[in-house]
């Protein structure tokens, strides 16, 4: 015999924030789901603090929405080690130092022809958005282009 089974919108469902915590009380993780036993099972297949995970805090919420708007806060505000998504990271540190790069990179004569285009302390400002708009960090975007000649006029010259 065939049981019925009666499909609920994702809209219609009851949504919850999930709180998961290792066997001190540390949070590590803060979620949204429709389908608790789903969600969770993916993450014990993928993520690798998984085993860390002894106690998990549930919240209903009858909107996808609400449990959106109470993620985001959870995770600024609580702080759990393991969420990317809405974590707000202390700005790097200043090196103070301007002639002496925290990182190299070989660039060839690419790095001299930046200096040129964007001015030579304006380079590692242009790395540093290029990396945070490939990592797709909140906010991020391309530096604008300045114009230039195209690299077959610059040979040429």
């Known amino acids: ?37 789903h969600r969770w099972r993916a993450h014990g297949q993928v993520q690798t603090w998984w085993q860390q995970v002894a106690t998990i805090d549930v919240e209903h919420f009858a909107t996808r929405g609400a449990a959106e708007d109470a993620e985001r806060v959870a995770i600024k505000s609580e702080r759990p080690e393991f969420n990317r998504m809405h974590v707000v990271r202390p700005a790097p540190p200043v090196n ?31 790395f540093e958005q290029v990396a945070a708009w490939l990592l797709r960090e909140p906010g991020a975007k391309l ?11 610059r040979s040429a010259l």
């Open 143 to 153: 530096p604008q282009r300045v114009e230039q000649p195209a690299a077959e006029e």
């Open 1 to 37: 015999m065939t049981e019925l089974v009666q499909l609920v919108p994702l809209a219609d469902r009851s949504h919850v924030l999930y709180r998961m915590r290792d066997a001190a009380g540390r949070l590590l993780y803060v979620g949204i789901t429709a389908d608790p036993e």
């Open 96 to 126: 103070t130092d301007l002639h002496t790069p925290t990182h190299s990179i070989r660039m060839g004569d690419r790095w001299d022809l930046l200096g040129e285009a964007y001015g030579d302390r304006a380079r590692s400002a242009l």
